[in-house]
């Protein structure tokens, strides 16, 4: 427990309105003369830092991922490694040498697992072995000022329920009370307020597509050293709506999202030092903390975080039929539709398999083969055994390809479907040893991964003799994330969400799901939510 916050500190006024709204960060107007950069007698602040993230779909098919799918993207980075990367933790570094009085402290952390978020529940074994990792070195390390973690919010590990909170409590048991632990979060996350017993604040993306991520680094570095020095005392306050929702439906590029999202940010600019995180929550893990959560931090005032986290929760609820639920056309009616807009010039055009976490469904593809679709290209699909048999027979570029590909995991993937064509390429792409492209019908071309891949803008496809301006449609195994490149730079005029033939894992039909540590009918839209309002305030507070 951070013993430090309940112990009820008053700060100035004065100290209040001279802080940043951006990160917490006290003004030089503010008097504050112990944040100055540190001088040649003083010590810097020695802020560790790891990163542990992974989006888990519990439903998809597939054994438990062990250490070895941990690493076979390539061995944990190191320290130093780490603190060079991009994304939460280059904004959380970049800030903190822009001090020039912070040391960052890197600890050996996971690259990330073999399939990313298709893959099914982490072994305790995983969780126990990278987190010992990170806190032997911490412990080498120590005394440590602060610590930083990197973390997702949906990860989902055997017998630990809430494994990013159980990783700040183990933290916690190194460092002590008095040190403070903050995160950064996706924000799918799936969080009740069990972190912030253990941790002193949270940075949640605002965006889907999460272009802040760099900036949630960046905040997260500001507030922890304002807390180190003791200008900001953290007080705070989570709520839980009970709206459960596909993250198709979690695009912030319109409303009512953009709007929930903006009145976070206008709470962060009227009220100085406050910081308003929300998470949409993350449906296919199962796990007891699932759906949408309000995080509010506040300096030193728990009646204003109550206030705005029961505002922002009161929103979300009011709002909530106009995001919560979608219907989007069936792979027929979809290529036919794609048809249309090819007919009349309104290409490219995006079908976006948005349902199929395991990337190997070949229900859109079967449409586009058997209606003799011209300039496709599909990035990609999910077929390690097919890229086995072509690396086996040592096929090479200009090598005929006859083959069925796809529909092997399960009934959600359909049937696979036969591909005649030529192999083109072969090699390294998109972080796997083997991908391959196949060229087919009338300028197509189709992809392979061994495991799911994600495209999100045109040039991760320009590779060998693909150049994705020559293609009419892409096919991509994405729900937003793909309008960082396609819709919101203009590049595909017409965008197409494509639904699956069943009420299957990944799709809106939530209610369809097997959960075990939850159930959907206690969310809206699938049944009779609890009421929410009626929970005590300081049962989520964390303070």
Known sequence: MNLRRRVTLLASPLLLLGMVVSGCEPSAEAGDT?????????????????????????????????????????????????????????????????????????????????????????????????????????????????????????????????????????????????????????????EDGEFLRWADGSFVTKRFPHYDAWLQGERAARYIRSVIHGTYRPTTAVRRPPILTATVLQWTGQSPLMDVMERARRWEDREPGAVVNVFLGFPWSDVPNLGTSIHVMTNDDQELADAIADDMAEFIWRVRSDWATGEFPLPAEAVAMAQDAIEAGAVPVVLADYWDRPGDATWTLRELVERNVPRVLYSALTDEPALDWIWEQDLQPGDPFDREVGGYTGEQAGEPVRIQGELIWRGARFGYDRVAAIAHGDGSVLILAPAYQQNTAPGQMRFGPIEPDDFDVFVLKTRVHFRRGFDETGYAPTIIIVDAPGDWFGTTRLEALDYQNTQANDFYPFGTPRDWRDEAPDRWSGS
Do not use: K
Not at 118 to 133: A, K, L, P, Y
């Open 34 to 190: 112990t944040v100055s950069r540190a001088g040649p007698s003083e010590a810097p602040l020695r802020i560790a830092v790891a990163r542990f993230s992974h989006e888990t779909c519990t439903f998809c098919p597939g054994e438990d991922p062990g250490i070895e799918d941990w690493t076979r993207m390539g061995p944990p980075l190191t320290g130093e490694e780490l603190v060079e990367t991009g994304g939460y933790v280059g904004g959380f570094v970049h800030q903190a040498r822009e001090f020039g009085d912070v040391e960052v402290v890197g600890l050996t952390s996971p690259r990330g697992v073999f399939g990313g978020t298709s893959r099914t529940w982490n072994q305790e074994e995983v969780f126990d072995h990278f987190v010992g990792i990170m806190l032997d070195e911490l412990e080498a390390a120590m005394p440590v000022d602060g610590v930083f973690l990197s973390v997702h919010g949906a990860m989902a590990v055997r017998n630990i329920p809430r494994p990013e909170a159980e990783m700040a409590r183990r933290f916690r048991e190194v460092v002590g009370p008095d040190v403070p632990i903050v995160a950064t979060f996706d924000l799918h996350g799936n």
